[in-house]
């Protein structure tokens, strides 16, 4: 059974620090997706990652994904409130997402 | 137009009624979408449609029944749920199924409450 974990489960962070979220999964894809989820709210799309050594960049959040190693990475430079929230990555399987266990983000002052 | 539409936002039901959730697109997309989400969980696949036709149930208890009318489409009727049941409903659309790689677009998610 595919399984998708990631790491931290709660990140605290103040503002203006960096940090790293890791998604480790345990089968062969080379299909990956980062969403973000506010409280109450629906799933946001991120970033997808379609093929090994796949980076993509948005604002202060920066996606990587290693298909050999099976691990996705959300970097986070310079952190604001703003991007307080619970971040989910999702390995695709060709005919489903598996989500992984979520990282719920607090960014304070 | 990228949106995925789901009615209705709220809904708080008996045990003994019977209820249906709507989620619509209008992307042309041909893969879509239900899950079932807790509180602080990740996202749960239900079930998923390509083409209108069932192509995955996750072993759902029969008291979800999905409908796909048409391509636009999809329904999730309900009766006789639990308190257990109790959760936020996503909808989700992609561009096809077949081999992968397409990016899902959820809607904004039925809050249900049952009592």
């Known amino acids: 059974e595919l399984k998708v974990e990631q790491n931290p489960l709660f990140l605290s962070m103040q503002e203006g620090k960096n940090y790293t979220i890791y998604c480790n999964y345990s089968t062969t894809s080379d299909r990956l997706y980062w969403y973000r989820q506010d409280p109450g709210k629906s799933l946001e799309s991120l970033f997808v990652l379609l093929s090994n050594g796949a980076v993509k960049q948005e604002g202060r959040l920066m996606a990587s994904l290693d298909t050999k190693a099976r691990l996705s990475t959300l970097h986070i430079t310079a952190a604001v409130h703003d991007l307080s929230a619970t971040y989910f990555c999702a390995v695709d399987t060709t005919d489903k997402l598996i989500f992984g266990t979520g990282t719920r983000l607090q960014v304070f002052p | 137009d990228t949106e995925v539409t789901q009615t209705p936002k709220h809904l708080v039901m008996g045990m003994t009624n019977k209820k249906s959730l709507k989620c619509e697109q209008h992307?042309?997309?041909?893969?879509m979408y239900w899950y079932k989400q807790k509180a602080k969980k990740p996202p749960e696949l239900m079930f998923v449609?390509?083409?209108?036709?069932?192509?995955i149930n996750e072993s759902v208890p029969s008291r979800f029944s999905p409908e796909c009318p048409n391509s636009s489409l999809l329904n999730l009727h309900l009766h006789a749920l639990q308190p257990e049941d109790s959760a936020l409903y996503l909808c989700?659309?992609?561009?096809?199924?077949?081999?992968?790689?397409?990016?899902?677009?959820f809607g904004p998610g039925t809050r249900l409450t049952v009592t």
């Open positions: 992307m042309g997309h041909r893969a």
């Open positions: 449609y390509s083409y209108e036709k069932l192509s």
């Open positions: 989700a659309s992609s561009q096809d199924l077949a081999t992968g790689g397409y990016e899902q677009y």
